[in-house]
């Protein structure tokens, strides 16, 4: 009976986990997301260009810090002019996007310490839409 009251979910993707990216790999650190959530293209390229200003100046008088980006675009987001009308098609494609699962590896660093790594994840904590955590290589 409720089921006409239920709402359709477009867009639907795979929420399978895959537990080779929830755990450390290259890195001592790393960036995790606690939530699920997506990132545009143009995001990502401020969030990545801001981090390496943040690494230069955490890692001064020190061995440089190497960073690993694992967050890839795989879906894409299009669009067509407001004043088109309906049954036009699908639109053009105006910018591609990353899902990013829960418990996903988004950064690692290396050469980096304890507090080092706290002041990045400072920096980093305000910057996506989703909660992320700071998780150490054991």
């Known amino acids: 009976m409720t089921s006409h009251l239920e709402k359709k979910r477009h867009n639907n993707y795979n929420v399978n986990a895959n537990y080779k990216q929830h755990t450390l790999h290259l890195g001592d650190f790393g960036i995790k997301a606690l939530h699920s959530g997506r990132i545009p293209e143009a995001k990502l390229q401020c969030i990545v260009k801001s981090l390496n200003k943040k690494l230069k100046t955490v890692s001064k008088g020190c061995n440089p810090i190497k960073m690993w980006t694992f967050i890839f675009m795989n879906s894409t987001l299009t669009a067509l002019s407001p004043e088109s009308r ?35 994840y400072k920096h980093l904590k305000n910057k996506f839409t989703f909660s992320i955590k700071l998780v150490k290589n054991e």
């Open 86 to 120: 309906m049954g036009k098609g699908k639109g053009s494609v105006y910018t591609k996007f990353s899902h990013i699962k829960i418990g996903q590896i988004v950064f690692e660093f290396s050469n980096i310490s304890l507090n080092q790594a706290m002041l990045v």
